[in-house]
């Protein structure tokens, strides 16, 4: 079975371009978690989607936003770009059924440098 | 929100040796999980330890809920166990925290 899949791998942007992001999850998982990871620290949670519903936010401004489409892949969405938002982007699967208590898969990342 | 924090920061072990990773969180947690970051920043999972103990190969963990604190052991390490280890965590539907990592440098 194929895992969790993101694209583009790497990608250049100026500041104030707006930028999106894709996620693959992994064959009959139905949440998607988006992270933003800088260079030298953990990674930060930003979104958590379930079955199309976003069920959980980080402390990250409106400028980020993100949505699940029905076959369970997902798009973060990043406007007016800072220098600050280059990271890398990390998403995670999980079949989402535990009530919170699922094994998180991530997929390779995309990393984002803001110029 | 829940509080992460691993303990060393950084480490640095002869190839052979046996370290021991530390993870203490704030508050009860349903979710925890060790993972391993490779160079090019893909997290690999090691396991999943909400409680209790987990063997896999060369490496085990150990999780005591009640005193909020987990452990990763490396037995008889390699220069490919060099990288960042987390320890992530959540106490309900999955906003899980990140601890600093801890990152690894074993020489030969």
């Known amino acids: 079975d194929a895992g969790v899949t993101q694209s583009p791998t790497h990608l250049i942007k100026t500041r104030g371009q707006h930028v999106t992001l894709r996620c693959s999850p992994i064959?009959?998982?139905?949440?998607v978690s988006w992270y933003q990871q800088v260079l030298g620290q953990g990674p930060q949670f930003i979104f958590q989607?379930?079955?199309?519903?976003?069920?959980g936010r980080g402390n990250f401004p409106d400028r980020f936003s993100a949505r699940q489409f029905p076959n369970y892949s997902s798009e973060l969405n990043v406007n007016a770009l800072l220098l600050g938002d280059s990271a890398l982007y990390l998403c995670a699967s999980s079949p989402g059924t535990s009530g919170g208590a699922d094994t998180q898969y991530f997929g390779p990342g995309t990393r984002l440098t803001v110029l | 929100g829940i509080q992460v924090e691993q303990s060393p920061p950084d480490l640095i072990l002869q190839e052979g040796a046996n370290s021991t990773l530390r993870c203490n969180f704030s508050d009860s947690v349903n979710n925890l999980q060790w993972f391993h970051q490779n160079p090019w920043g893909q997290l690999i999972n090691l396991f999943y330890i909400p409680s209790g103990t987990k063997q896999n190969g060369r490496l085990s963990a150990t999780t005591v809920a009640t005193e909020r604190y987990s452990l990763l052991y490396i037995s008889s390490s390699q220069t490919t166990d060099s990288g960042v280890y987390f320890c992530a965590t959540s106490g309900g539907y999955q906003k899980v925290t990140f601890g600093i990592g801890t990152k690894l440098q074993v020489i030969p």
């Open positions: 064959s009959g998982h139905k949440s």
């Open positions: 989607y379930y079955e199309k519903e976003e069920r």
